[in-house]
């Protein structure tokens, strides 16, 4: 198999089509292949006797690289590992489903020994399914309005205060489904958009100041957000961690079910390879 980067389009036409065999398990790598992430993201292409036969990316929109693996393409991780280590990249992530059920599917870092690899967390993969979303009442609560870039700078400042933002990029205030909370021209809650793929949006970096907590502010924000993702007829998608009982129980609320579990690993190259 020959691995290429690529950024024309009939060949990432040609990768996500394999892609949408697993949509919801693949959607990290079709937001990474999809306007506006594609912009920070490296598409490679895997070709076997001339032919695409399927693909994966680097994500370059945190600290650490994300190479993200195609989801049922088993034959394919070998070749990705060896391309990757070429590259003597220092430290890198994964991100993989690992399924729900008894039996954890294995990671793709199997064999794959350049790399010291160290379990970060795990994420509970969710998704709406209730078809009516109800809409409370909004008039005691901040003003809540659509996002832009050109409150970026803000944006990050307010999430650094509640100790998130790792996985915002102003790059995803370009899908204009996020929002912000505001009381006296200060940012009190946000929420927005990790990546689009053609089938899913998926929410992210939902937070509320800890003064306007419990007043249905952090429903009002993400309700938006969903509106604003049902309205282009795909489907609202989050991740959350197994260990945050709160979010999970307020994301059912809402009418997210859970899909699957996704592990974090973060790889520590041990030897420089030649």
Known sequence: MEIKPTSEN???AKIIAYCIQNTFKNQLLLGDLH?????????Y??????????GFTIYEGIDLPVVVFPFGQTELWQPIQKYVDKMNIESVQIVFPIGTGNQIEPPPFLGWNTYTWEWQQTDLAMRLTKKEIEVRSIENLPQIIAANGDMADK???FLKSQKMGQWFHPLQLESE???VAIENDRIVGYAGTHFETPYTVQIGNVAVHQDFRGRGLGRAIVTA???GILRTRRVPTLFVNEQN???????????????DKFNFYLGRRQQTIK
Do not use: R, T
Request: aromatic share 8%.
């Open 10 to 12: 009939s060949e990432i």
């Open 35 to 43: 306007s506006p992430m594609n912009k920070i993201s490296k598409a």
């Open 45 to 54: 292409k895997i070709e076997k006797e001339g032919e695409i036969v399927g």
């Open 155 to 157: 944006i990050i400042e």
């Open 177 to 179: 489904l996020s929002v």
């Open 225 to 227: 957000v969903v509106l």
């Open 245 to 259: 009982q709160d979010a999970i129980k307020f994301y059912e609320k809402l009418g997210f079910e859970v899909y």
